[in-house]
Antibody, heavy 121, light 105 residues
Framework: QITLKESGPTVVKPTQTLTLTCTFS??????????VAWVRQPPGKALEWLSLLYSNDDKRYNPSLGSRLTITKDTSRNQVVLTMANMDPADTATYYC?????????????WGQGTTVTVSS | DIQLTQSPSSLSANVGDRVSITCRAS??????LNWYQQKPGKAPNLVIY???SLQSGVPSRFSGSGSGTEFTLTISSLQPEDFATYYCQQGYTISFGQGTKVEVK
């Protein structure tokens, strides 16, 4: 059974860097044809894809967020870490991580419960 | 960037109704189109992947069709648990549509 859980601060100040950790079980990123994606959702708004990392270490980022994002993996700890620089109140959202597998054509088939981040001074 | 446009943005329907939601891509995405259901306060749930494949455990009243730039999610007979917001997502460069809220009429 695949599970994922997001963790990180609930409040960050403007201009700070946010670090979120996705800790997962039931799969390994050392296995081929897997991936982990990060998606966020501001209150009352639509889902927005942020970044993804495949098991072959291929990394993708939402172009609209430019160089603010960095995604890394710690295979030994079964974790994927997303950092987002220069946080702004507009980045207030629930942040989700999700598993992507070849069996579902790399759709996001299992999601974490999400973690809420508020950007406020 | 590939843009996804869902229509309608919201709809009102009765239990038992047949409901269809359309997702249009700004350029061809072959069949790299997925559909998710999201209920308030919950994470999204995969319903359809690769345009027309039903995710394991999802009721067969859900179906998906289309390829290229136009896709449709259909619920053949709406059930009380289906009232939710539905999002399409393209797997080419990864983006989501703006969502369609299905409400009780």
């Amino acid at each position: 059974q695949i599970t994922l859980k997001e963790s990180g601060p609930t409040v960050v100040k403007p201009t700070q860097t946010l670090t979120l950790t996705c800790t997962f079980s039931g799969f390994s990123l050392s296995s081929s044809r897997m991936g982990v994606a990060w998606v966020r959702q501001p209150p009352g708004k639509a889902l927005e894809w942020l970044s993804l990392l495949y098991s072959n270490d291929d990394k993708r980022y939402n172009p609209s967020l430019g160089s603010r994002l960095t995604i890394t993996k710690d295979t030994s700890r079964n974790q994927v870490v997303l950092t987002m620089a220069n946080m702004d109140p507009a980045d207030t959202a629930t942040y989700y991580c999700a598993h992507m597998g070849a069996a579902v054509d790399f759709a996001m088939d299992v999601w974490g419960q999400g973690t809420t981040v508020t950007v406020s001074s | 960037d590939i843009q996804l446009t869902q229509s309608p943005s919201s709809l009102s329907a009765n239990v038992g109704d047949r409901v269809s939601i359309t997702c249009r891509a700004s350029q061809s995405i072959d069949s790299y189109l997925n559909w998710y259901q999201q209920k308030p306060g919950k994470a999204p749930n995969l319903v359809i992947y690769a345009a027309s494949s039903l995710q394991s455990g999802v009721p067969s009243r859900f179906s998906g069709s289309g390829s290229g730039t136009e896709f449709t999610l259909t619920i053949s007979s709406l059930q009380p648990e289906d009232f939710a917001t539905y999002y399409c997502q393209q797997g080419y460069t990864i983006s989501f549509g703006q969502g369609t809220k299905v409400e009780v009429k």
